[in-house]
């Protein structure tokens, strides 16, 4: 995280909104995993009220 200046900014802002924040990607990009639709546009709406750019997406449930 070090080698990212201003990211520890956006991932308290994220943590602030109620995010658990999870790095990835060389971008970097921040994730966080919600239960469901509802608790995830809860939290896209806290993260825009932050000033946080936002994506909403689900996952795709593959069978192993």
């Given at each position: 995280?070090?080698?990212?200046?201003?990211?520890a900014?956006?991932?308290?802002?994220?943590?602030?909104?109620?995010?658990?924040?999870?790095?990835?990607?060389?971008?970097?990009?921040?994730?966080?995993?919600?239960?469901?639709?509802?608790?995830?546009?809860?939290?896209?709406?806290?993260?825009?009220?932050?000033?946080?750019d936002?994506?909403?997406?689900?996952t795709i449930?593959?069978?192993?």
């Amino acid at each position: 995280r070090d080698a990212f200046p201003g990211l520890a900014s956006f991932e308290a802002r994220f943590e602030e909104a109620g995010a658990v924040a999870h790095l990835c990607g060389s971008g970097p990009s921040l994730f966080t995993l919600v239960s469901g639709p509802e608790e995830g546009a809860t939290l896209q709406q806290r993260c825009v009220a932050l000033g946080l750019d936002t994506c909403l997406v689900k996952t795709i449930a593959t069978p192993v």
